[in-house]
Each structure stands twice: as C-alpha cells, then as structure tokens.
C-alpha cells in the first residue's frame, strides 16, 4: 500500500521569502516520488521527480526537493518566492509494485504576498 | 504538440443520465488513466488503462466505466449520472517506462450533475 501526506493545506509566503512544502509517504517499497504544479483552470505539470538516482533533485522554476528515507519525507522547497509560483502542489508516490498508478496528496495551495 | 486532448471542457447533467468523457494523447503512450479531483481531496483514481485492451480498476471506480478504444484513446463512461460524480476530471498518460515516468495530463472536464 502506499499514500501521500501533505502537511498544511494552504501555505502563505512574502514574495522573496522561502518556500518550503512538506509531502511525507507510505510506501512499502522503494518509491517514486513527483511534484506537480496546478494553476487556475489547468491540468497538472511535472515540477520535479524522485526515480532512485541523486537524492536532491532540481526542477523546474527553481524548485527542488530532497528525498529522505530516514524521514519518508520528500519536501519541496525554492529558497525565493515569486509571485507567478502561487499555485496548488501536489505530492504523488507510485512504485513498480503498483502497476505505476499514482497516489496524490490532498494538495497545497500556495499564496505569495507582495 | 497536442499532448493529452479531453473533451468536453464542461458539462451539466441531470440525475440519471449518461455521458461520455474522450481522451486522446499522441505521445504514443501505453498507460492511461482517469482521475477525479475534489476539493481538499487531491486526485483520485477512477481507472487505468496499462495498454490496449486492458483496464483495471482504481480508488473510485464505482459508478463508472472505461473503454480502451485503441493506443491513443480511453472514454470514461457515467450510465446513470449521481450529484456525487460533480466533480473535475482528468486523462493522463505517461510513457514507456511507468511506473517512473511522468504522467501528461489533459486540461480537465468539469462536470456539475444536478
């Protein structure tokens, strides 16, 4: 079985602060991890992924997250806030032994102050 | 570079009656999928399709059905539409190597059933 926590349903930053995201999973196998950005009346896009190889991944806009075992957590963080990353984030998990279907989290929205 | 096509954009339906949600992709990909997003839920998964002429089930199939009319297209079908089923869905599709790939997804169908 596997499932996604994302910790705060809604997060509010000052433009040029830091953003930090939280997604902790449950997998009972090495994971898969994924990022993905919703804005406003559109589908979801990769921001970055977590496939096994280097344990900090960058992707796009900035962002990065860091995959911790120890902490089953896979957070997501830009370290200056832009006014165009105001948007709702979703954490996924899948894994092969789940036929590589996705579980997502509930979702961050993500609201940045000028 | 079309991606991931649904159609409609919008819908409204009664109580009762029937309906058809299309998806395309020309990524040439073998997995599709149908996702439903509540608010404050994230996405859920209605059904999967891991290649042509296959379909499984997902977290939320009830009340619904699929069709893996061929590689590029997968319907989902409401028979006797519910105010439950109000909801945004989306196709996705990812590539060769799922579980690890990314998934594509559509520009999402919002349903209202009243």
């Known amino acids: 079985a596997q499932s996604v926590t994302q910790l705060g349903s809604h997060v509010s930053v000052s433009e040029g602060a830091l953003v930090l995201l939280r997604c902790n999973y449950s997998s009972s196998v090495p994971p898969y991890l994924f990022w993905y950005v919703q804005y406003p009346n559109q589908g979801l896009q990769l921001l970055l992924k977590y496939t096994s190889a280097a344990t900090l991944v960058k992707g796009i806009n900035g962002f990065e997250a860091e995959f911790k075992k120890s902490e089953t957590s896979f957070h997501l963080t830009k370290p200056s806030a832009h006014m165009s990353d105001a948007a709702e984030y979703f954490c996924?998990?899948?894994?092969?032994?789940?036929?590589?279907?996705?579980?997502f989290g509930d979702g961050t929205t993500l609201t940045v102050k000028p | 570079n079309a991606g991931v096509t649904q159609t409609p954009k919008f819908q409204v339906l009664k109580t009762g009656q029937s309906m058809t949600l299309q998806c395309a992709q020309d990524?040439?990909?073998?997995?599709m999928y149908w996702y439903r997003q509540d608010p404050g839920m994230g996405l859920r998964l209605i059904y999967y399709s891991a290649s042509e002429g296959t379909t499984d089930k997902g977290e939320v199939p009830n009340g619904y059905n699929v069709s893996r009319l061929n590689k590029r297209e997968f319907s989902l079908r409401l028979e006797s539409a519910a105010p439950s089923q109000t909801s945004v869905y989306f196709c996705?599709?990812?590539?060769?190597?799922?579980?690890?790939?990314?998934?594509?997804f559509g520009s999402g169908t919002q349903l209202s059933v009243l």
């Open positions: 990524m040439n990909h073998n997995s």
């Open positions: 996924a998990v899948t894994s092969p032994s789940n036929a590589g279907k996705s579980t």
């Open positions: 996705a599709s990812s590539g060769p190597t799922a579980p690890n790939e990314k998934l594509f």
